[in-house]
C-alpha cells in the first residue's frame, strides 16, 4: 500500500534523473549548455562596429566576432547561435536567469557586477569618452558639461560615472540604448552623449559630417565575456578561447574589419587576467 503511494514519486524522480542524464546540454556548465551544439548569447543590436544588427537581419561587429569565436571554440557552429539583445541594465539578470548563456556586449568588468555574474577576460580595453555634435564648441572634455544636458544608458557605468563625478552641475538624461541618446543628440534634445570611445566612435563613423569626439577618455573599461557566476570551468574556456583568438592573429584582423575605420587607435590586446 505504502509504496503504491510512493509510487508517483518514485516515478518522478526517476524522470528527473534521466532527463538531467539525457536532457538538452548534459549540465550547467557552458560546456554542457554547448553539447547539444547551440547557443544563446547576448549581444547589443545597436551598437556600430561592435554589436549591429543590420537591415538584413545579419548580426556583425567585433563582439559579435568574439562571440562567434567563443561559441566555436566550444563546438558550436554560427548557425546554432540564438542571438538575443543584451542592454545595458538588463545584462546580469540575463545571465543569471539563463535567458542567455554568456554576453558579448560592450560589457566592463567591475567589481559589483561580479557579485550576480562571471567574468572571463577581459578581451578589449577602452575608456569613456564625450560625443558631441559637428558644430559644439563649449564642449570640450568633461570638465565644460556644467549646465548642460547629457546622455546616457541606464545600468552603464558611464551613467553611474556622471552621477557620481559630475552630478551636481550636469544635467543626466538616460535612455535605454545609446542609439537613442544619439537620436536625442542630433534632435537638440541632449548636449552630449558620454560612454565608452570605442562605441561613441561607431556612431561618428556612420555620421562624421554631424558628430565629433571631444577631449580624452577619462576611466578604463575593460570588456568581460560574462557568464554564469560559479561556472569556473566555463569561464577557463571563454579565456582559453580569447586567448587563441588573440596569439592566431584573428583578434587583431577581427578589430581591423570592425573597427578600422572609426578612427580611434586601435589597442593592443589586453592580458586576461580574470581567472
Ligand atoms: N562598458 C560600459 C558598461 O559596461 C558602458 C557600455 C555599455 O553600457 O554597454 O556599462
Known amino acids: ?12 524522480v526517476a524522470a528527473l534523473a534521466l532527463a538531467s542524464a539525457c536532457g538538452s546540454g548534459g549540465d550547467d556548465t557552458l560546456k554542457g549548455k554547448a553539447e547539444d551544439g547551440e547557443l544563446t548569447i547576448g549581444i547589443r543590436f545597436d551598437q556600430p562596429g561592435l554589436g549591429q544588427r543590420r537591415l538584413d537581419g545579419k548580426f556583425v561587429g567585433f563582439d559579435v566576432e568574439v562571440a562567434k569565436y567563443v561559441a566555436g571554440k566550444l563546438g558550436v557552429p554560427e548557425s546554432g547561435i540564438t542571438w538575443k539583445e543584451a542592454r545595458s541594465a538588463d545584462r546580469e ?13 560592450t560589457y566592463s568588468i567591475t567589481d559589483k557586477r561580479k557579485e550576480k555574474v562571471a567574468f572571463a577576460g577581459p578581451y578589449f580595453q577602452t575608456g569613456q569618452g564625450i560625443l558631441v555634435r559637428y558644430t559644439e564648441e563649449d564642449i570640450t572634455g568633461p570638465e565644460t558639461l556644467n549646465g548642460k544636458r547629457l546622455c546616457s544608458v541606464t545600468g552603464s557605468t558611464s551613467a553611474q560615472k556622471v552621477a557620481s563625478e559630475f552630478a551636481q552641475g550636469v544635467e543626466l538624461v538616460e535612455y535605454g540604448q ?10 537638440g534634445n541632449v548636449d552630449a552623449v558620454t560612454t565608452d570611445e570605442v562605441i561613441l566612435a561607431g556612431y561618428v563613423a556612420e555620421n562624421p559630417e554631424l558628430l565629433k569626439l571631444v577631449g580624452n577618455t577619462f576611466t578604463t573599461e575593460r570588456y568581460g565575456v560574462g557568464l554564469a557566476k ?22 587583431r584582423k577581427a578589430l581591423e574589419r570592425n573597427i578600422g575605420q572609426a578612427g580611434v587607435q586601435l589597442p593592443e590586446p589586453p592580458r586576461v587576467t580574470e581567472k
Do not use: H
Not at 1 to 12: D, S, V
Not at 98 to 103: E, I, L, N, W
Not at 237 to 250: D, L, Y
Open 230 to 251: 560559479g561556472d569556473s570551468a566555463g569561464r577557463a574556456e571563454v579565456n582559453a578561447a580569447i586567448e587563441q583568438m588573440v596569439g592566431s592573429g584573428e583578434w
Open 1 to 12: 500500500m505504502l509504496f503504491r503511494r510512493l509510487l508517483p514519486a518514485i516515478a518522478a
Open 93 to 105: 539578470k540575463m545571465i543569471a536567469d539563463g535567458s542567455v548563456d554568456f554576453v558579448v556586449a
Open 178 to 187: 545609446y542609439s537613442d541618446c544619439v537620436t536625442a543628440l542630433l534632435a
